[in-house]
C-alpha cells in the first residue's frame, strides 16, 4: 500500500472545498470523494463532520436526497445535537417528498389518456380525442377548444359534452350512434 502525504491529501481537501465554491459539483464530488479513499476513511470527529457537510452540500445542489439523507446520517453519528444537521435532513426529507409527488404527477400525466389526470377516461371520451386527432389536432389545441367550449357554456357542460361539440363544430362525423344519455350538465 502506498503511503501519502499528508500534505498533499489536505491539498486535495483544500482544491476540492474550491471546486465546490465555484459550483461544479460533479468535480467537487469526485474530488472529495478520492480524498475519502485516500485518506481510508480516517478522521478525527471534527474532520469527519466537516467532511460530511461538504458532501451534503454537494448532494443537495445534485438533488441527490437519498445520498444527502445518507451523509447527514453519518453526520448526526459524529454530532448528533448539531442543529445544521437535523435542518438539513428536515430539508431534504422536504425536498426528497416533493421530487416523489412531482414525478408522481408527472408519471400520472403521461400515462393518463385523459385530458386532465384526475378525470376518469370513458371510451365515448377517447372516441372523440381519437376523431379529433385524425383530423389532425394535437392534444394541445384539443383541450384548447374543450376549455374554450366549456367556458363559453358558462361551465355547464362538461369535458365529455365540450368534445362532442367541438366534434360537431368541426363538421366531423361521429357515431351515429352516439349515446347523448351519458353527456351530464354542470350544476355550478
Given at each position: 500500500?502506498?503511503?501519502i502525504?499528508?500534505?498533499?491529501?489536505?491539498?486535495?481537501?483544500?482544491?476540492?472545498?474550491?471546486?465546490?465554491?465555484?459550483?461544479n459539483f460533479?468535480?467537487?464530488?469526485?474530488?472529495?470523494l478520492?480524498?475519502?479513499?485516500?485518506?481510508?476513511?480516517?478522521f478525527?470527529?471534527?474532520?469527519?463532520?466537516?467532511?460530511?457537510?461538504?458532501?451534503?452540500?454537494?448532494?443537495?445542489?445534485?438533488?441527490q436526497y437519498?445520498?444527502?439523507?445518507?451523509?447527514?446520517?453519518?453526520?448526526?453519528?459524529?454530532?448528533?445535537?448539531?442543529?445544521?444537521?437535523?435542518?438539513?435532513?428536515k430539508?431534504?426529507?422536504t425536498?426528497?417528498?416533493?421530487?416523489?409527488?412531482v414525478?408522481?404527477?408527472?408519471s400520472?400525466?403521461?400515462?393518463?389518456?385523459?385530458?386532465t389526470?384526475?378525470?376518469t377516461?370513458?371510451?365515448?371520451?377517447m372516441?372523440?380525442i381519437?376523431?379529433?386527432?385524425?383530423y389532425?389536432?394535437?392534444?394541445?389545441?384539443?383541450d384548447?377548444?374543450?376549455?374554450?367550449?366549456?367556458?363559453?357554456?358558462?361551465g355547464?357542460?362538461?369535458?365529455?359534452?365540450?368534445?362532442?361539440?367541438?366534434?360537431?363544430?368541426?363538421?366531423?362525423?361521429?357515431?351515429?350512434k352516439?349515446?347523448l344519455?351519458?353527456?351530464?350538465?354542470?350544476?355550478?
Amino acid at each position: 500500500m502506498t503511503n501519502i502525504n499528508p500534505n498533499d491529501n489536505r491539498n486535495l481537501y483544500e482544491n476540492a472545498k474550491q471546486v465546490l465554491e465555484s459550483g461544479n459539483f460533479e468535480e467537487a464530488e469526485q474530488q472529495f470523494l478520492q480524498y475519502l479513499k485516500l485518506n481510508q476513511h480516517q478522521f478525527t470527529p471534527d474532520e469527519g463532520l466537516e467532511f460530511f457537510m461538504q458532501m451534503i452540500r454537494i448532494y443537495i445542489a445534485l438533488h441527490q436526497y437519498p445520498k444527502a439523507k445518507e451523509c447527514i446520517t453519518y453526520g448526526l453519528t459524529i454530532s448528533p445535537d448539531k442543529p445544521e444537521l437535523q435542518s438539513l435532513l428536515k430539508q431534504v426529507i422536504t425536498h426528497e417528498t416533493m421530487k416523489k409527488a412531482v414525478s408522481s404527477l408527472r408519471s400520472d400525466a403521461l400515462t393518463s389518456e385523459s385530458l386532465t389526470p384526475t378525470d376518469t377516461v370513458s371510451k365515448k371520451k377517447m372516441e372523440y380525442i381519437k376523431k379529433l386527432e385524425e383530423y389532425g389536432l394535437t392534444r394541445e389545441e384539443i383541450d384548447y377548444k374543450v376549455k374554450e367550449a366549456i367556458k363559453k357554456m358558462k361551465g355547464w357542460i362538461d369535458e365529455k359534452t365540450a368534445l362532442f361539440v367541438v366534434s360537431k363544430e368541426l363538421g366531423i362525423e361521429l357515431d351515429t350512434k352516439t349515446d347523448l344519455s351519458g353527456i351530464e350538465l354542470n350544476e355550478g
